[in-house]
């Protein structure tokens, strides 16, 4: 895929495909985000499911944190690289 002898426009275009791929993940992580149930007060009360709701906040929070602490700066770092900001017509918002 990669080797020593890569010039500056084949370099560019593996960022620009793996940009692809790293949105796709963003999105697929956003799904799963927003998928889940988010806790209630009511739900919190009753002990029987109070384990299963933490690990359901756990989760939501975790992705949540990967999405804007991580993920975000990393798209718009690589992006930022690339001539025009990459192939994508994307606002900071949508990151």
Do not use: K, N, W
Request: glycine share 8%; net charge negative; with cysteine.
């Amino acid at each position: 895929m990669t080797g020593p002898g890569m010039s500056l426009a084949e370099a560019r275009e593996h960022v620009r495909r793996i940009l692809d791929q790293l949105e796709a993940v963003r999105c697929h992580l956003l799904g799963i985000q927003l998928s889940l149930p988010e806790p209630t007060a009511e739900r919190v009360r009753l002990a029987d499911v109070a384990d299963e709701l933490d690990a359901v906040t756990e989760l939501r929070t975790t992705i949540a944190c990967i999405l804007d602490d991580d993920l975000r700066p990393a798209l718009a770092d690589l992006r930022g690289l690339l001539p025009g900001g990459g192939t994508h017509d994307v606002r900071p918002e949508d990151l």
